[in-house]
């Protein structure tokens, strides 16, 4: 059984942590405000952004571009993007279980985070690029990495290109998704919408037939469609990331709260059960002064 001065250390030791996850839990909560604000702001311009192209796209047959282009072949690459730190829930763990369920075995990987890629060298996935990018997400840090991969794509190299992040949904709420990137493609009514949760998606055949969406093409159609699909490979990469992010500190938050509570939980555990320790040494203590004194009358 514990005697007092082990109880009091563990107490102390206890308020420590619950300190340190306190400073924690506050941290992140202000990046996560600063997240979601920056991933909210950007699933308008996603959305508008994917029915312009598709709607020049409806137009084009898929030999008018290469990133338009269906092949046959298997080979695929998959751009990941998890948390650089950990402290964050379940939420790299349930990005690398949707990952081995709903990709080749034989893909490669481009990583942007650092816990799926030292996972992923442990188990020996080939892993061709590894980015870092800052927080919160600058465009111009995910430029590079929608280049890269467009041009592994553009090189034949692979046949598809698809990307895997944690979508954010709510501040409790964070789902693993992996949607095909690269050849670009809509999606027919009823079917699963690639980007559902990140642009809130749309189907092609509730657009074709709008009278309002028509437009005016300058200097070609061809042009326009070769100047919109490397930016919209662009910000969609830009999207996944910052969606990424949101999630990411949306669930240390959430983590490091649940933990505070834990240990204010367990101090309070800690405390009760050195009180009742310290009443019995003092009960104990009084019953022995007690019988010395009726031995001494």
């Known amino acids: 059984m514990a005697n007092l001065r082990d109880i009091r250390r563990r107490i102390k030791s206890v308020k420590n942590t619950a300190q340190i996850t306190r400073a924690m839990q506050l941290v992140a909560a202000a990046k996560m405000k600063k997240a979601q604000d920056q991933a909210l702001a950007g699933r308008e311009y996603a959305l508008q952004l994917t029915q312009v192209l598709f709607d020049i796209r409806n137009n084009f047959s898929e030999e008018s571009h290469a990133l338009l282009e269906r092949r046959e072949g298997n080979r695929e690459l998959v751009l990941v993007v998890s948390t650089d730190k950990g402290l964050c829930g379940p939420i790299n763990t349930n990005l690398a279980r949707k990952l081995k369920l709903m990709t080749s075995p034989d893909a490669h990987f481009v990583t942007v985070g650092r816990k799926l890629r030292t996972m992923g060298e442990k188990l020996g996935i080939k892993i ?3 980015f870092t990018v800052r927080d919160p997400v600058p465009f111009s840090q995910t430029r590079p990495i929608a280049k ?8 034949n190299n692979y046949d598809k290109v698809s ?3 944690t979508s954010f949904v709510n501040t409790l709420r964070q789902e693993p998704e992996v949607v095909t990137l690269l050849p670009i493609e809509g999606q027919k009514k009823g079917e699963p919408r690639a980007f559902e949760t ?5 189907s092609v055949e509730e657009h074709s037939k ?11 159609p061809s042009e326009v469609l070769a100047a919109i699909l490397p930016l919209y490979v662009n910000y969609e990469v830009f ?4 969606e990424a992010r949101a999630s990411e500190h949306s669930a240390r938050m959430v ?6 509570d834990n240990a204010k939980k367990f101090i309070k555990e800690l405390t009760l059960e050195y009180n009742k320790l310290r009443q019995g040494a003092i009960t104990a203590e009084l019953l022995e ?3 010395a004194m009726k031995a001494m009358e």
């Open 128 to 130: 061709i690029a590894d």
């Open 163 to 165: 990307i895997a992040f």
């Open 198 to 202: 990140v642009g809130k998606g749309f």
């Open 239 to 242: 999207q996944a990331i910052s």
């Open 148 to 155: 890269f991969i467009t041009q592994q794509f553009l090189d």
């Open 255 to 260: 983590a490091m709260k649940a933990a505070t």
């Open 289 to 291: 002064i007690t019988t």
């Open 210 to 220: 709008d009278p309002v969406r028509d437009y005016t093409f300058e200097p070609n």
